[in-house]
């Protein structure tokens, strides 16, 4: 069992940044990757950003990518999400993704607020 605690989110004016982080507890270490969904008024939730555990390696979705920068800390058991050059279109509920070796779970969402 995994527990994801996200924080940092919040009101912003275009153009500003925020960081959101996201702390696992638990039994985490079947961890692969750590992400970042998120989910706008009236649309599906959909991938923003993701990291595997082990090589770092990142990806990001188009809409954001240049913008954001996802990272990780081992000792903190901790991921990142550092939103640059926020945009309106970037307001959403944002979702921190654990992905296990044979489940995925999800932390409660925190508010991203982009205001024009």
Known sequence: QVQLV???????????????????SGDTTCISAMGW????????????AAIGW????TY??????GRFTISRDHAKNTVTLQ????KPE???VYYCNFVGSV??????????????
């Open 60 to 65: 990001y979705s188009d809409s954001v990518k």
């Open 6 to 24: 996200e924080s940092g989110g919040g009101l912003v004016q275009a153009g500003g940044s925020l960081r959101l982080s996201c702390a696992a």
């Open 83 to 86: 939103m640059n050059s926020l």
């Open 103 to 116: 489940r995925s779970y999800w932390g409660q969402g925190t508010q991203v607020t982009v205001s024009s």
């Open 54 to 57: 082990s090589d770092g390696a």
């Open 37 to 48: 969904y998120r989910q706008a008024p009236g649309k599906e939730r959909e991938f923003v």
């Open 90 to 92: 970037d307001t959403a």
